[in-house]
T-cell receptor, first 114, second 113 residues
Framework: AQSVTQPDIHITVSEGASLELRCNYSYGATPYLFWYVQSPGQGLQLLLKYFSGDTLVQGIKGFEAEFKRSQSSFNLRKPSVHWSDAAEYFCAVGARGSARQLTFGSGTQLTVLP | EADIYQTPRYLVIGTGKKITLECSQTMGHDKMYWYQQDPGMELHLIHYSYGVNSTEKGDLSSESTVSRIRTEHFPLTLESARPSHTSQYLC????????????FGSGTQLSVL
């Protein structure tokens, strides 16, 4: 069975600092990996996705993520965090073409200090 | 910008009441989904539809039911609400091609007293 683990429930960083959110997955085939962000009172928005090719993918809002097959990881990074990045971040793994089998992690809550 | 709408945004009701959570999208997406989200937990799929008159249960068992009479509309109904139904319910949609990308509504926070 596929699964996603986000080891950090809550992370606090200062504005302007760098950020890395961890994601580990378990999947039987070639994984399709996603990061979604949920701002307070809002639904989830896709930040970026990885299917194949270059293992470093760029997303919206200055985020990037790196796929490491050997470590079963897909960590999200941002070089300089802005106060508006405070939100909950969800990693997900699934199959191409349908979200029917998408499995989400339990999320990481990001707090940004001024 | 996603065009998927959920109403109401918040709902507080008493036990035993029948409720319907509304979800509509204007993107013409064939696939629609209902997720249940509790604090600190992953999203769980409770219902899925791949087109008009097609619905199936998701991975998480739910006492709710859904219907898909029109492409743009995917309401969720609870015949008799209980406190255990208290949760956030998120509606989403995706295209037939590239359907792995989800567009989410803002959610309905349901509290059953």
């Amino acid at each position: 069975a596929q699964s996603v683990t986000q080891p950090d429930i809550h992370i606090t960083v200062s504005e302007g600092a760098s950020l890395e959110l961890r994601c580990n997955y378990s999947y039987g085939a070639t994984p399709y990996l996603f990061w979604y962000v949920q701002s307070p009172g809002q639904g989830l928005q896709l930040l970026l996705k990885y299917f194949s090719g270059d293992t470093l993918v760029q997303g919206i809002k200055g985020f990037e993520a790196e796929f490491k097959r050997s470590q079963s990881s897909f960590n999200l990074r941002k070089p300089s965090v802005h106060w508006s990045d405070a939100a909950e971040y969800f990693c997900a793994v699934g199959a191409r073409g349908s979200a029917r089998q998408l499995t989400f992690g339990s999320g990481t809550q990001l707090t940004v200090l001024p | 910008e996603a065009d998927i709408y959920q109403t109401p945004r918040y709902l507080v009701i008493g036990t035993g009441k029948k409720i319907t959570l509304e979800c509509s999208q204007t993107m013409g997406h064939d696939k629609m989904y209902w997720y249940q989200q509790d604090p600190g937990m992953e999203l769980h799929l409770i219902h899925y539809s791949y087109g008009v008159n097609s619905t199936e249960k998701g991975d998480l068992s739910s006492e709710s039911t859904v219907s898909r009479i029109r492409t743009e509309h995917f309401p969720l109904t609870l015949e008799s609400a209980r406190p255990s139904h208290t949760s956030q319910y998120l509606c989403a949609s995706s295209e037939w091609v590239g359907g792995e990308k989800l567009f989410f509504g803002s959610g309905t926070q349901l509290s059953v007293l």
